[in-house]
């Protein structure tokens, strides 16, 4: 059980450093996210492909098993394609917001903002899944609405930032919640790869779009970036997602859920030892920090209570 408790808090560690890597890496916010959907890809399809034909060859054997003969890369129809594909353009967006966000303020704006998540979901969960609407979901989350804007007060150079963040945030809310829906009528492995696949292909046909907008100066990694790119996608995006489903079968997602909570606080301690982001900061951002931790705090609180109740 320690194992599993200690591969949970390296996931959360891991997670921290995505914001890090997207300041490091030079390339604009939409290319590092088309790079990475692209790497990702091609490395899940290389992975279940191999599977696949060890899974074939070991059916064919004498020492036939019902675990060897589970092919990994599965065939789907255009509508599944086109659902898992959909989850991934918004995961897609996140991340080009997300870090468009870091890139236009720094790495602790950029990962406070992340915190809306919750007061988006509270907003959206109830009219996408059709359920009844959390007063007190909602009350946590404005005072992590607050805390953001204590944050926005204290420098005007950093609020569009702010707005980019904002919207990754609500990005995140749509993904999480249709990932949650759709991911329920696929295996994850194969479903990550087309949300990957899904992802570049909308972001392919965006960039076009968003150059006239924002001119894109390089479309090709260079010097470290390439590092700082495999470090991103093979760690941080393949590594991360199968350690969390290593995870999830051992620990409850109540438990993993609770934890990832840390993960802005591993980003903003990483971010202040790699770029010295606390000579940035004052009294008005310290306080909305604190308002932000509060929320989530007492929404952790209510919800231990809430299940203690249940169980």
């Not at 295996?187 to 046909?205: D, F, S």
């Not at 990832?260 to 202040?272: A, F, G, R």
Request: glycine fraction near 6%; include cysteine; proline fraction near 2%.
């Amino acid at each position: 059980m320690k194992k599993d408790y200690l591969l949970l808090h390296l996931s959360v560690f891991i997670a921290g450093f995505t914001g890090v890597l997207g300041r490091l890496i030079t390339l604009d916010s939409a290319i590092l996210v088309w790079w990475r959907m692209a790497a990702a890809a091609l490395i899940m399809f290389l992975y279940l492909r191999i599977t696949t034909r060890r899974g074939a060859d070991a059916c064919n054997s004498d020492a036939c098993n019902s675990d060897a003969c589970d092919v990994s890369l599965r065939r789907y129809n255009l509508r599944d394609i086109s659902q898992m594909g959909g989850v991934g353009m918004l995961l897609c967006l996140h991340w080009v917001f997300f870090y468009a966000s870091i890139k236009a303020s720094n790495v602790s704006i950029g990962v406070v903002c992340f915190s809306l998540v919750g007061f988006f979901t509270a907003l959206l969960e109830p009219i996408i899944n059709k359920h009844r609407f959390s007063g007190r979901e909602f009350f946590f989350s404005l005072l992590t609405i607050l805390g953001i804007y204590l944050i926005f007060q204290f420098d005007s150079r950093y609020r569009l930032g702010i707005a980019l963040g904002v919207i990754s945030s609500a990005l995140y809310a749509l993904f999480a919640i249709t990932n949650q829906r759709v991911g329920k009528h696929y295996e994850a492995k194969n479903m990550l790869l087309w949300e990957m696949v899904g992802g570049l292909i909308g972001l392919t046909c965006l960039i076009p779009l968003y150059n006239m907008f924002f001119p894109i100066e390089r479309l090709y990694p260079i010097g470290m970036d390439y590092a700082y790119l495999a470090f991103m996608v093979v760690v941080c995006t393949i590594g991360l997602c199968l350690l969390q489903i290593i995870v999830l079968q051992k620990i409850p997602a109540f438990t993993v859920n609770l934890s990832y909570n840390l993960e802005p606080v591993y980003s903003i301690i990483l971010s202040m030892f790699i770029f010295k982001e606390y000579k940035e900061l004052n009294f008005s951002f310290v306080a909305g920090i604190a308002l932000i931790i509060l929320s989530v705090l007492l929404q952790t609180w209510f919800e231990i209570k809430r299940r203690k109740a249940q169980s």
